[in-house]
């Protein structure tokens, strides 16, 4: 048990901690989607560089008034030379967020590849397929895109249960 945001009660509030990784291709969007979700704020073009081995952040959060659970959020370096250290942070994980650009073909491939890595080695592990940078298909022509209706014979080909499309501006 811990003591919720430090506090010296004498009676600790009862958490669960959940570790949940982003995967998938470098600059597709897993910061920013870090980002919003822990401080609801979107830092803005230009300004992330590449995660170098791995950040970490955590946010409590309480479903249907149950328990709160404390989610532990790894966010992976999408770089190839970081590859074999992404498998450090996914081992034990209770969910993985898996992340591509709608935008770029290459991205898509990457995520499969860690569809695959997750199902080979972490088999409890539930796996969220997340299209990333929604707000580039209206700069761009829809055939140049993926997108996730782009994708949606690919992903049912691989029978991914849980699919969603995000935007973290």
């Not at 920013?32 to 946010?59: C, P």
């Not at 709160?68 to 966010?75: A, E, F, K």
Request: proline share 2%.
């Amino acid at each position: 048990m811990r003591f919720v945001n430090g506090s010296t009660n004498t009676y600790p509030t009862p958490e669960v901690e959940v570790k949940v990784v982003l995967l998938g291709h470098y600059f597709c969007g897993k910061t920013s989607l870090l980002e919003r979700f822990l401080t609801d704020r979107f830092i803005g073009e230009n300004r992330y560089q590449n995660t170098i081995g791995a950040s970490y952040g955590a946010k409590k959060v309480t479903l249907n008034d149950k328990q709160p659970l404390l989610l532990g959020v790894w966010d992976t370096a999408g770089s190839e030379r970081y590859e074999s250290m992404s498998r450090m942070y996914y081992r034990a994980a209770k969910a993985a967020v898996v992340c591509y650009d709608v935008t770029d073909e290459e991205s898509w491939n990457k995520a499969k590849f860690w569809v695959d890595e997750l199902k080979r080695n972490e088999d409890s592990c539930k796996i969220y397929i997340v299209g990333t940078k929604l707000d580039l298909l209206v700069m761009m022509s829809q055939e140049k895109t993926l997108g996730v209706l782009g994708c949606q014979g690919r992903i049912e080909d691989q029978n991914f249960l849980h699919t969603f499309e995000n935007l973290a501006k």
